[in-house]
């Protein structure tokens, strides 16, 4: 099983396009349906897919969750590339290296035409002060050049190809039907209609490692803004 390093819950109104997108940190804190034990939120996929995923999220935020996408990095960098690369400015040098994971980054400062692959290791970079915080900053940056990026791109040329990119290497509760007509949507929406927001809380140390204790109070009042008291699929 792999964990996951970014999870987005997202609604998308079809009266407006407007589209909401809340970054939960990887190592949020929940209690993961079947374990006892306050845990990171990534390991809810590792334990039990993105079913067990949903249902914990479902349980831990009070909200329900009609629909789910899960890709894996190669996915991502596939659909990066399909695009053309993505053109955005490094902020920083980044260098990380985990042979375990059989991770290796080495990004220079300064504006860049990231290709898939590079984009992948854009957006798992947490190797510094910000910790999880910088890389769902990052996340959350690449999703708007993303977006961006996807409204300008040749529809006859490359929509259908994405599709099928998509139908093949990602798991959803979409139909094939469904992602096409997503995809279309996207095409003509506005940059400007997407907001992002990270889950309230704050980074705590404890047991050797930083995590992510969300206010439940703030959190209640973020998921009724961004969700409930919208129209949303």
């Not at 290709?115 to 940056?141: H, I, M, N, P, T």
């Amino acid at each position: 099983g792999k964990r996951a390093d970014t999870v987005f819950l997202i609604s998308i109104n079809k009266q407006t396009g407007h589209i909401n997108v809340l970054s939960i940190p990887a190592n949020t804190q929940i209690n993961i349906i079947g374990k006892q034990d306050l845990t990171d939120i990534n390991k809810a996929y590792y334990y039990g897919g993105p079913q067990l995923a949903v249902r914990s999220i479902e349980n831990f935020l009070e909200i329900p969750i009609h629909h789910y996408i899960a890709l894996d990095w190669q996915s991502f960098a596939k659909i990066i590339d399909e695009m053309g690369g993505i053109n955005l400015y490094v902020e920083k040098d980044m260098t990380y290296k985990d042979p375990e994971l059989n991770l290796d980054i080495n990004i220079k400062q300064g504006y860049k035409n990231l290709s898939g692959l590079e984009a992948a290791k854009y957006v798992r970079f947490c190797s510094d002060e910000l910790g999880e915080v910088g890389r769902v900053k990052r996340q959350q940056k690449l999703l708007k050049v993303m977006l961006d990026e996807f409204v300008k791109i040749d529809s006859i040329a490359k929509l259908p190809k994405l599709v099928d990119i998509i139908n093949h290497q990602i798991t959803t509760s979409l139909s094939m039907y469904d992602i096409a007509t997503l995809v279309k949507s996207l095409k003509g929406i506005k940059p400007e209609v997407l907001t992002t927001e990270m889950l309230s809380g704050n980074i705590v140390y404890v047991q050797n490692k930083d995590v992510w204790l969300t206010d439940k109070e703030k959190v209640n009042g973020q998921i009724e803004r961004m969700f409930i008291n919208q129209s949303t699929e």
